[in-house]
């Protein structure tokens, strides 16, 4: 189940094949006990009682599952399985589709009861790539039932990545800041994933949020809201109101105008020019669209959201976006500390103004934010530039993520598992120490040797895994991921390892 809004949810069927030359009972059989298993593992799925044989059947089954509301499947090779009419099934099917198959049960069986399962996905894998069909076929996907069952509960969160991106729409609002390069978007790779992008100018975020009625009767529950939520660290109460009005005004455009798409994140303009021209700092606003699944990037980084956007299908949880920010200094480090095994050199601080949603912190408060009001405020005191959330990350299990577009409108990304450690920053903004074991070589030879932008997607959760299948289903070939001292990465110069 999918417990975060503004995300897909998966209606799994699982169709068996068979082979002609084999007996479909076999097929049936096995079929059944695969979903005996899938029940005992918390899994909904509904079992195609079509079994694909030849093209006719595979065209019932298409005709099925779509009549059971089905938007992601799993082809179940009972026995060696006709190829061609399993992978027409899913060429046609639409949806995200998983290919697995059936282990032999036992020695005592294997004159009527083999089925060649273990062959025949070799020959559906070929027509796949014939077809030029991305199949997910997960890491062991032969198996016994118990097996096979963990893998597909895999498979649906690989389903929600997939089927999230296909049906979102990002909606920006104004180029970005200056010096801000690394922000840059390409939108035709953006096309290439089925993303539908929406363009507009600051102005047209001043008109919306001008638009917006400041008595208009859903802004004091949202108040409500984020005093209760902020709690003690409601430093700024009169800013409230003002806040409210913005999260309105997004919220409501995106409803307005998600068109053809079912689901809708942002990446916008918060600086320089916001400041003035809003009255406040939009990140503590950011933070809780991030917390209702809709992310909100900042300085109109377009791949920063979209790679937000998929940490949240992955780990089902709300997330936020980070600068890796700055090295972490010796003293800094308690007597004692466990860095979880992580050199000292490998580890970083993630940061950015205060846009980590309250629930991503081990404490948090509203406070303004330092750097714009050293410029924008010299000497003053905090108008304006008020409206960060600004504490320590909460601790626990981490993963750093982005998908980009290159300046060369080609796709490429990496996914980086570790921890937040519990470890005081003594620092400024949303920030904490993040420990993930070899980052320093992977900072050199992936983030600045591929030329990762500085920001990065960050959730509170370990769900590379999901990650890594799901941008490869969507056709991302680049995928990179911290390498031990005993590989080396492409151009490396191996007498420095």
């Not at 016994?144 to 069952?149: F, K, M, R």
């Not at 089925?194 to 008109?207: A, F, H, R």
């Not at 860095?339 to 509203?366: I, Q, Y």
Request: aromatic share 10%; proline share 7%; glycine share 10%.
């Amino acid at each position: 189940m999918t417990k975060m809004p503004n995300s897909p949810k998966v209606s799994l069927a699982v169709v068996g094949v068979s082979r002609d030359c084999f007996p479909v009972e076999l097929t049936r059989k096995r079929m059944a006990k695969l979903m005996s298993a899938c029940r005992q593992a918390g899994i909904r799925a509904y079992a195609c009682q079509t079994i694909i044989e030849n093209e006719a059947g595979a065209m019932a089954a298409l005709k099925e599952v779509a009549k059971a509301g089905a938007n992601a499947a799993v082809i179940y090779l009972g026995n060696f399985g006709p190829e061609g009419p399993l992978s027409i099934f899913a060429q046609k099917f639409g949806g995200p589709v998983m290919a697995c198959a059936a282990a032999e049960e036992s020695g005592k069986d294997l004159i009527n009861g083999r089925g060649d399962a273990f062959c025949g996905l070799l020959n559906a894998s070929y027509n796949f790539g014939l077809r030029n069909l991305k199949v997910y076929i997960p890491q062991r996907p032969v198996g016994l039932p118990e097996q096979l069952a963990p893998e597909i509960a895999h498979f649906q969160i690989v389903a929600r990545i997939v089927l999230g991106v296909r049906g979102l729409k990002i909606f920006s609002f104004g180029p970005r800041p200056q010096d801000f390069y690394a922000c840059n978007a390409p939108i035709q790779p953006l096309y290439d994933l089925g993303v539908e992008v929406m363009e507009n100018s600051e102005l047209d975020l001043l008109q919306l949020y001008n638009a917006t009625a400041p008595k208009d009767k859903r802004i004091p529950p949202i108040v409500r809201s984020m005093a209760k939520e902020l709690g003690a660290g409601n430093c700024y109460p009169d800013l409230l109101p003002k806040l409210a009005r913005f999260e309105l005004a997004l919220v409501r455009f995106c409803e307005t105008n998600l068109g053809s798409r079912q689901y809708g994140i942002f990446a916008n303009k918060c600086w320089p020019a916001f400041e003035k021209f809003f009255g406040f700092v939009p990140c503590y606003v950011n933070g809780r669209m991030s917390a209702r699944g809709m992310p909100v990037s900042c300085e109109v980084d377009i791949y920063g959201t979209l790679s937000e956007y998929l940490c949240q299908l992955a780990g089902d949880e709300p997330v936020t976006l980070l600068d890796i920010n700055n090295t972490v200094p010796a003293d800094l480090i308690p007597d004692g500390a466990n860095l979880l095994g992580v050199k000292l050199e490998d580890l970083f601080m993630g940061f950015h103004c205060g846009n980590s949603p309250s629930c991503c912190m081990k404490n948090c408060a509203m406070k303004y934010q330092l750097i714009m009001n050293r410029l924008m405020e010299p000497g003053q005191k905090p108008d304006f530039t008020r409206g960060t959330l600004e504490g320590q990350l909460r601790p626990g299990p981490a993963t750093f993520f982005r998908l980009q577009g290159s300046a060369a409108g080609q796709l490429e990304s990496y996914v980086a598992v570790g921890h937040v450690l519990d470890i005081d920053p003594r620092s400024f903004g949303g920030i904490g120490v993040f420990a993930i074991r070899n980052f320093y070589r992977f900072y050199r030879h992936v983030l600045i040797g591929r030329r990762f932008p500085h920001h990065g997607a960050a959730a509170f959760t370990h769900c590379g895994r999901a990650l890594v299948n799901a941008v490869r289903m969507l056709g991302v070939s680049q995928v990179h991921v911290p390498l031990p001292a005993s590989m080396p990465y492409s151009g490396e110069n191996m007498f420095e390892l």
